[in-house]
């Protein structure tokens, strides 16, 4: 277990505790070794990952392109949640809980998550060959969301697999589950950012995107291929519902953090 800690620690890193400038620098130069295309080797086990939060405080900021530290009690929970892949049969569940020390800005929630993420992902046995992230990928202003930030920092196939819309707009969507249409930018003369896909007759959409070696059509038929009847794919899901017991549990005293 700890060889896998010290694996998914030598990854490429970078300082986490940074201004807005510098966070958007720090994307900036990790996108120029963003991948688009195709370079998935045999997928043999997946993962879903999301995080909670503890917090005592607000998180917005005070003062623009600053903030004061935030109190130790505020804490980022990740989850992963790792499964047999195609037979999605659940092999491992792990959780990390480390200090927040990053406010909620739109387009830099990777600044609050991954941190607690690659924890999670250090007490696993071995990492997972494809990571599917809660947020976007390459549907981002920057084209540099949290499944993108997770892919390169671990040179990992990633997913995005969000529940709303950050940026992009696309046109009429089939009903039928399987059913997708393209993301569009529409100011960047209609660049493809992602895909609206239908996983459930009728439900709402999830907006999928590039993570990091996967393009958006692989991309598309593995979300579809781990949703299994709800609108939200199992292993985001299955990590969400873990990452709000285990808040719970800590809120509750029920729990150690480490």
Same mark, same amino acid.
């Given at each position: 277990?700890?060889?896998?800690?010290?694996?998914?620690?030598?990854?490429? $890193?970078?300082?986490?505790?940074?201004?807005? =400038?510098?966070?958007?620098?720090?994307?900036?130069?990790?996108?120029?070794?963003?991948?688009?295309? =195709? +370079?998935?080797?045999?997928?043999?086990?997946?993962?879903?990952?999301?995080?909670?939060?503890?917090?005592?405080? /607000?998180?917005?900021?005070?003062?623009?392109?600053?903030? #004061?530290?935030?109190?130790?009690?505020?804490?980022?929970?990740?989850?992963?949640?790792?499964?047999?892949?195609? #037979?999605?049969?659940?092999? $491992?569940?792990?959780?990390?809980?480390?200090?927040?020390?990053?406010?909620?800005? *739109?387009?830099?929630? /990777?600044?609050?998550?991954?941190?607690?993420?690659?924890?999670?992902?250090?007490?696993?046995? #071995? %990492?997972? =060959?494809?990571?599917?992230?809660?947020?976007?990928?390459?549907?981002?202003?920057?084209?540099?969301?949290?499944?993108?930030?997770?892919?390169?920092?671990? =040179?990992?196939?990633?997913?995005?697999?969000?529940?709303?819309?950050?940026?992009?707009?696309?046109?009429?969507?089939?009903?039928?589950?399987?059913?997708?249409?393209?993301?569009?930018?529409?100011?960047?003369?209609?660049?493809?950012?992602?895909?609206?896909?239908?996983?459930?007759?009728?439900? $709402? *959409?999830?907006?999928? /995107?590039?993570?990091?070696?996967?393009?958006?059509?692989?991309?598309? +038929?593995?979300?579809?291929?781990?949703?299994?009847?709800?609108?939200?794919?199992?292993?985001? +899901?299955?990590?969400?519902?873990?990452?709000?017991?285990?808040?719970?549990? %800590? %809120?509750?005293?029920?729990? /150690?953090?480490?």
């Amino acid at each position: 277990m700890k060889d896998m800690e010290n694996k998914v620690f030598a990854a490429r $890193q970078h300082p986490w505790s940074v201004t807005t =400038d510098e966070a958007r620098a720090i994307q900036e130069g990790l996108r120029k070794d963003w991948e688009g295309n =195709d +370079r998935l080797g045999q997928v043999k086990t997946v993962a879903g990952l999301d995080a909670a939060f503890v917090l005592a405080e /607000s998180q917005s900021l005070k003062i623009p392109n600053r903030w #004061e530290r935030l109190r130790e009690a505020n804490r980022a929970i990740g989850c992963a949640v790792v499964y047999r892949f195609p #037979e999605m049969d659940e092999m $491992q569940r792990s959780f990390a809980v480390v200090p927040l020390e990053f406010p909620y800005i *739109p387009g830099l929630l /990777s600044f609050r998550e991954v941190p607690a993420l690659l924890a999670a992902l250090g007490k696993l046995k #071995e %990492l997972p =060959d494809l990571l599917f992230c809660d947020g976007q990928g390459y549907a981002h202003p920057r084209r540099f969301g949290l499944a993108c930030h997770m892919g390169v920092l671990l =040179d990992r196939p990633s997913i995005g697999c969000a529940k709303s819309i950050l940026i992009g707009e696309h046109g009429t969507l089939g009903k039928k589950a399987g059913s997708w249409t393209e993301l569009v930018d529409q100011a960047a003369k209609k660049e493809r950012l992602g895909a609206a896909v239908r996983t459930r007759d009728g439900v $709402q *959409p999830v907006y999928v /995107s590039a993570g990091h070696r996967v393009s958006l059509e692989t991309a598309v +038929r593995l979300t579809l291929r781990v949703a299994d009847g709800y609108r939200i794919p199992r292993p985001t +899901r299955d990590a969400d519902h873990f990452a709000s017991s285990i808040k719970k549990k %800590l %809120l509750a005293g029920e729990l /150690s953090e480490n």
